[in-house]
Antibody, heavy 123, light 108 residues
């Protein structure tokens, strides 16, 4: 069974940093494109970032303005999101999501989601 | 960037009814690269449909997708109380991945 378990969320002050982790199991992590998707309270879904199976290709939403960095550790089946310069509008549940990719680089549809971790940015 | 507009915002129907949800793209979505997700209250989203019309593993036959180009539809036939959720469409094939704003389905 595919499992994605996020951790690392919490309350952080504006301008602060946070590192989210996602532990994957039940599939060959090193062969899948992985993503972060977020959802602000009461709002819709927003794609945040994508990383290819070998980490060679990473992409981010323009709205992040270079503040976030995604990485992965295939040896330990883990995905990470380092968030710097956090702002109030970054407050959201962050989901770790597995993507099906036909070319290995671009995520296509999102077939397995974690339960999410809540990040709250407030003074 | 392709913008996806979903309608209606909220749909309130009786058990056994048919729900028809629309997703309209601002530009042509190539290759039928359109997916639908279901998000029940308090839960993570779940993949329902990909390739505009292919049901994901384990999804009941009452869920069906159709459409191409800029107009796509998710149909739920024989609505059940467990179908209460927000439904999102998403385009893929190029970045950024974008989602529609969602359509909420309630049971009367």
């Amino acid at each position: 069974e595919v499992q994605l378990v996020e951790s690392g969320g919490g309350l952080v002050k504006p301008g602060g940093s946070l590192r989210l982790s996602c532990a994957a199991s039940g599939f060959t992590f090193s062969t899948y494109n992985m993503n972060w998707v977020r959802q602000a309270p009461g709002k819709g879904l927003e794609w945040v970032s994508s990383i290819s199976s070998s980490s060679g290709y990473r992409s981010y939403a323009d709205s992040l303005e270079g503040r976030f960095t995604t990485s992965r550790d295939n040896a330990n089946s883990s995905l990470f999101l380092l968030m710097n310069g956090l702002r109030a509008d970054d407050t959201a549940v962050y989901y770790c999501v597995r993507a099906i990719s036909f070319d290995g680089l671009t995520p296509y549809y999102l077939d397995h989601w974690g339960h999410g971790t809540l990040v709250t940015v407030s003074s | 960037e392709i913008v996806l507009t979903q309608s209606p915002g909220t749909l309130s129907l009786s058990p056994g009814d048919t729900a028809t949800l629309s997703c309209r793209a601002s530009q042509t979505v190539s290759g039928h690269y359109l997916a639908w997700y279901q998000q029940k209250p308090g839960q993570a989203p779940r993949l329902l449909i990909y390739g505009a019309s292919t049901r994901a593993t384990g999804i009941p036959g009452r869920f069906s997708g159709s459409g191409s180009g800029t107009d796509f539809t998710l149909t739920i036939s024989g609505l059940e109380p467990e179908d209460v959720a927000v439904y999102y469409c998403q385009k893929y094939g190029s970045l950024p991945l974008t989602f529609g704003g969602g359509s909420r389905v309630d049971i009367k």
